[in-house]
């Protein structure tokens, strides 16, 4: 799983323009780090690639629109697992405390990137949810 930054990814300017997003200076002023403002916990930048029978997983999962949907389809998907180099490409922010995350996600095709999603904002119980697929073991 490789950790980057957020300003380097395609999702970069919808997460530093949430107003649930704030820049804060590290100790001494040296540096600085992306905090989800209401619990101040330090967001975390991931870009994960899949296989295609995964994504298929993850576009049923990016497709639900409330809480309750959400838990149904993530109680009734397993198998998600990440590989090495794959031509599904997920951009993942994720607050530390798992209640705030954002994600896309992407084909790779004709050595570009293709939308498969659009952006998704979770907050609370939805992110903590949507945390769960990249804590468990599948």
Do not use: W
Request: include cysteine.
């Amino acid at each position: 799983m490789a950790t980057t930054t957020v300003e380097s990814l395609q999702i970069g300017r919808t997460v530093l323009a949430s107003p649930q997003v704030e820049r804060r200076k590290r100790f001494l002023g040296m540096g600085s780090r992306l905090v989800y403002a209401p619990t101040s916990s330090t967001i975390t930048a991931r870009v994960l690639d899949y296989d295609e029978e995964s994504t298929e997983k993850l576009v049923d999962v990016l497709a639900c629109h409330n809480v309750g949907e959400l838990e149904r389809v993530l109680g009734t998907v397993d198998g998600i697992h990440t590989v090495p180099s794959g031509n599904y490409h997920l951009e993942l922010c994720l607050s530390d405390d798992r209640q705030f995350a954002v994600m896309q996600l992407f084909s790779f095709a004709d050595l570009t990137l293709q939308l498969l999603s659009s952006v998704k904002t979770y907050e609370g119980r939805a992110a903590t949810l949507i945390s769960s697929l990249f804590t468990r073991k599948n």
